[in-house]
């Protein structure tokens, strides 16, 4: 586009930009017998109060956390959910105001669980045995919570692994247990 034709399109469009040139101002749209000499635009708009749904504003609230997150409950707690994990367990995951990774044994002959809480400070790793014993071992010694071998976690706590035995040999050991005591009722009388 040249220059010349930029001058026309301008000159053109004056008299469009300026309203055609009329003196009249624009009537209401509503009214035909609309009488603005104020040479203001006059439109009619029904009244709308659009306050009347919304709740007061205040700030009393600003600082706390009442109101939760879509999803997470008013205690703070998220509610975690049971993943399967290798050797018979479960893997859950919760993040409250630290984090808590937890493998529960179902059937383990030694452990019940092991928990890694996790701070910003600090990260710690508890071994639950079945005699009772809370064992903390090291960080380091853990790669993956959800996927270790039980034998991971007890070797890190310094605790031999149970030898594993089949059926056949458990329903063998659990007779001659029951042998022995019949044994030892009879001596006794």
């Keep these: 586009m040249n220059f010349r ?58 600082a706390t956390t009442d109101v939760p997150y879509p999803g997470v409950p008013v205690d703070g707690k998220i509610k975690s959910t049971a993943v399967g994990a ?3 367990s479960e893997f859950t995951m919760q993040l409250t105001d630290v984090g808590l990774e937890t493998r529960t044994f179902k059937n383990h002959p030694q452990l019940i669980k092991v928990e890694k809480t996790i701070t910003t400070k600090e990260q710690i790793v508890k071994v639950y045995l079945k005699d009772g014993r809370v064992i903390r071992i090291p960080t380091e010694k853990v790669s993956s919570m959800r996927m270790d071998a039980p034998a ?28 022995a005591k019949k044994q030892e009722l009879e001596q006794k009388q």
């Design 5 to 62: 034709s930029l001058y026309l399109a301008l000159l053109m469009s004056i008299p469009v930009l300026s309203g055609c040139g009329s003196d009249q101002p624009l009537a209401n749209a509503n009214s035909s017998n609309s009488a603005n000499t104020s040479g203001n635009i006059v439109l009619n708009v029904p009244a709308v109060d659009f306050n009347a749904n919304v709740a007061p504003v205040s700030n009393a609230n600003v």
């Design 86 to 88: 290798p050797d018979d």
């Design 152 to 179: 991971t976690f007890l070797n890190a706590a310094g605790v031999k692994p149970a030898p594993s035995i089949s059926a056949e040999d458990e329903k063998k050991l659990l007779d001659a247990k029951k042998n």
